[in-house]
């Protein structure tokens, strides 16, 4: 296909709209595909290669591909990016003009979930086993008093409080989280800016929308977490890997000017799936760049709780007055999954417009649970319950790092054991196969998720740089770790 000659035409025809490049490039490229001259099955050339044929900066096509994508016009594999239709799609599900019942952005989300290679290793709760990330110690959970709260929650209900209720959540747990964030986290906030959700992932698809138009730039860390790629993504955003070292997130000058965001995903505290730390230089300079830029930083505090080496590091939202910083956080780690209550902090001034764009369609209800919680929090039994696991959790990452070292470390590093539920153990050797490995020790009955499978943006093809195994060690008992390191660490070559 001659590119060159396919977007001369098309601009011919198009001069007098005005476009620029980036969408004239789209949108040639669209009709193309939907004329048929682009068929189903045909793989579009190399970003790097035609933006050489073309004479336009990589970004350009990179936008065009990242908007066909979301619209499921195209389809990213392991060798590019393909013509939706025949090749690449399941035969049991075919695409026939966009007539397989689902619509164009479901079926480029249900692309990408097909090559995520950890997504087979994805398990329902009475299956979970070592060393499954994000799953909290639940045999220690104080069950029998939870379980008393929420009686009482029930009695106390009132029949107004069967009907919905308010869709920014219960005002007295609304409350109980601003206070807790405000000694806990630093957080500088209050009730107003609290607003709750049923977990991390729709607390990302909300921001996404409220805060972000289809088009804009969005920052995740690279290597980073799945769930934001694919929110961005299905938000119609032009997402946009960033490279994490020892230090976290790493922006350079370049990446400012080349592709300036509208938001940033980061996970500071303790980044996924690597484990380190943002440094408070990092914290600062992100914070200076991004009011500068005109940009949000969505900071997904989602296990900030377990600090080993010390107490917790303040958020990111209390640094500097008027942060520009959306702050997530859940309970799905700190208690237990099926809670399914996480909330958003947003910054004073856009509360206000915040709040009515949820009134429009935030779930509402699960009021008994949302006061049970508020107890919960005010109580005091939530702070024992997180003091208490973050010293099971020190002992268990103490436990698996030892055993690591006795069986699995030859050829690799231990990183990111300072805080949270997971550690990550990197490969020296970045051309040993960890996606091969991960299906090995998952027949062993071993969740090791590869850590190169956690690319994001265009740059997951390209590779992250870390190759290895996120490993969560929350769940397993300390007497345990021993046996599972050694039969991990039979499955690594010498």
């Given at each position: 296909?001659?590119?060159?000659?396919?977007?001369?035409?098309?601009?011919?025809?198009?001069?007098?709209?005005?476009?620029?490049?980036?969408?004239?490039?789209?949108?040639?490229?669209?009709?193309?595909?939907?004329?048929?001259?682009?068929?189903?099955?045909?793989?579009?050339?190399?970003?790097?290669?035609?933006?050489?044929?073309?004479?336009?900066?990589?970004?350009t096509?990179?936008y065009?591909?990242?908007?066909?994508?979301?619209?499921?016009?195209?389809?990213?594999?392991?060798?590019?990016t393909?013509?939706?239709?025949?090749?690449?799609?399941?035969?049991?599900?075919?695409?026939?003009?966009?007539?397989?019942?689902?619509s164009?952005?479901?079926?480029?989300?249900?692309?990408?979930?097909?090559?995520?290679?950890?997504?087979?290793?994805?398990?329902?709760?009475?299956?979970?086993g070592?060393?499954?990330?994000?799953?909290?110690?639940?045999?220690?959970?104080?069950?029998?008093q939870?379980?008393?709260?929420?009686?009482?929650?029930?009695?106390?209900l009132?029949?107004?409080?069967?009907?919905?209720?308010?869709?920014?959540g219960?005002?007295?747990?609304?409350?109980?989280?601003?206070?807790?964030?405000?000694?806990?986290?630093?957080?500088?906030?209050?009730?107003?800016?609290?607003?709750?959700?049923d977990?991390?992932?729709?607390?990302?698809?909300?921001?996404?929308?409220?805060?972000?138009?289809?088009g804009?730039?969005?920052w995740?860390e690279?290597?980073?977490?799945?769930?934001?790629?694919?929110?961005?993504?299905?938000?119609?955003?032009?997402?946009?890997?960033?490279?994490?070292?020892?230090?976290?997130?790493?922006?350079?000058?370049?990446?400012?000017?080349?592709t300036?965001?509208?938001?940033?995903?980061?996970?500071?505290?303790?980044?996924?799936?690597?484990?380190?730390?943002?440094?408070?230089?990092?914290?600062?300079?992100?914070l200076?760049?991004?009011?500068?830029?005109?940009a949000?930083?969505?900071?997904?505090?989602?296990?900030?709780?377990?600090?080993?080496?010390?107490?917790p590091?303040?958020?990111?939202?209390?640094?500097?007055?008027?942060?520009?910083?959306?702050?997530?956080?859940?309970?799905?780690?700190?208690?237990f999954?099926?809670?399914?209550?996480?909330?958003?902090?947003?910054?004073?001034?856009l509360?206000?417009?915040?709040?009515?764009?949820?009134?429009?369609?935030?779930?509402?209800?699960?009021?008994?649970?949302?006061?049970?919680?508020?107890?919960?929090l005010?109580?005091?039994?939530?702070?024992?319950?997180?003091?208490?696991?973050?010293?099971?959790?020190?002992?268990?990452?103490?436990a698996?790092?030892?055993?690591?070292?006795?069986?699995?470390?030859?050829?690799?590093?231990?990183?990111?054991?300072?805080?949270?539920m997971?550690?990550?153990?990197?490969?020296?050797?970045?051309?040993?196969?960890?996606?091969?490995?991960?299906?090995r020790?998952?027949?062993e009955g071993?969740?090791?998720?590869?850590?190169s499978?956690?690319?994001?943006?265009?740059?997951?093809?390209?590779?992250?740089?870390?190759?290895?195994?996120?490993?969560?060690?929350?769940?397993v008992?300390?007497?345990?770790?021993?046996?599972?390191?050694?039969?991990?660490?039979a499955?690594?070559?010498?």
């Open positions: 296909m001659d590119y060159a000659l396919l977007l001369s035409a098309f601009e011919r025809t198009h001069r007098e709209r005005g476009w620029p490049r980036q969408r004239l490039l789209h949108e040639c490229l669209r009709a193309a595909i939907r004329s048929g001259q682009l068929g189903p099955g045909t793989r579009l050339a190399a970003t790097r290669v035609l933006a050489a044929e073309l004479g336009v900066a990589r970004n096509v990179l065009a591909y990242e908007q066909l994508a979301s619209e499921g016009f195209v389809l990213p594999d392991r060798r590019g393909v013509v939706a239709g025949s090749t690449g799609v399941p035969a049991a599900l075919p695409v026939v003009d966009g007539q397989d019942g689902l164009r952005r479901a079926r480029y989300l249900r692309g990408v979930a097909g090559q995520d290679v950890n997504a087979a290793l994805v398990f329902p709760a009475d299956a979970m070592a060393f499954a990330p994000g799953v909290p110690a639940l045999d220690e959970f104080p069950l029998a939870w379980r008393r709260m929420l009686e009482r929650a029930w009695r106390a009132t029949p107004r409080q069967l009907n919905y209720g308010d869709p920014a219960e005002p007295a747990l609304r409350m109980a989280i601003a206070e807790h964030l405000r000694v806990a986290r630093g957080v500088v906030c209050d009730a107003g800016q609290v607003f709750i959700t977990g991390t992932q729709s607390s990302l698809d909300v921001c996404l929308r409220a805060f972000a138009d289809q804009e730039t969005l995740i690279h290597p980073g977490y799945g769930g934001a790629l694919a929110a961005g993504r299905g938000a119609g955003l032009q997402v946009t890997g960033i490279a994490v070292d020892m230090d976290g997130i790493a922006p350079t000058h370049a990446d400012w000017l080349a300036p965001p509208r938001l940033i995903y980061t996970t500071p505290s303790h980044q996924y799936p690597t484990g380190s730390v943002l440094s408070p230089a990092r914290r600062m300079a992100l200076e760049r991004a009011r500068a830029a005109g949000l930083i969505i900071e997904d505090d989602y296990d900030s709780e377990f600090r080993h080496g010390g107490p590091l303040a958020a990111m939202q209390g640094l500097v007055a008027d942060a520009p910083v959306v702050y997530l956080g859940t309970f799905s780690k700190t208690m999954p099926a809670l399914r209550i996480a909330f958003i902090v947003v910054p004073a001034a509360a206000g417009a915040f709040a009515q764009m949820q009134a429009q369609g935030a779930a509402r209800g699960r009021v008994a649970e949302q006061l049970a919680l508020a107890e919960f005010r109580s005091g039994l939530f702070a024992r319950h997180v003091r208490r696991m973050r010293r099971l959790y020190r002992q268990r990452r103490d698996l790092g030892e055993a690591l070292q006795r069986h699995a470390c030859a050829g690799a590093a231990i990183h990111g054991g300072s805080a949270g997971h550690l990550a153990l990197r490969f020296e050797d970045a051309g040993r196969d960890d996606l091969a490995l991960s299906r020790a998952a027949q071993i969740v090791a998720l590869a850590l499978a956690h690319g994001t943006g265009d740059s997951m093809r390209e590779g992250s740089g870390w190759n290895g195994f996120l490993l969560g060690y929350a769940q008992p300390a007497e345990h770790m021993d046996g599972l390191a050694r039969r991990l660490g499955l690594l070559p010498v």
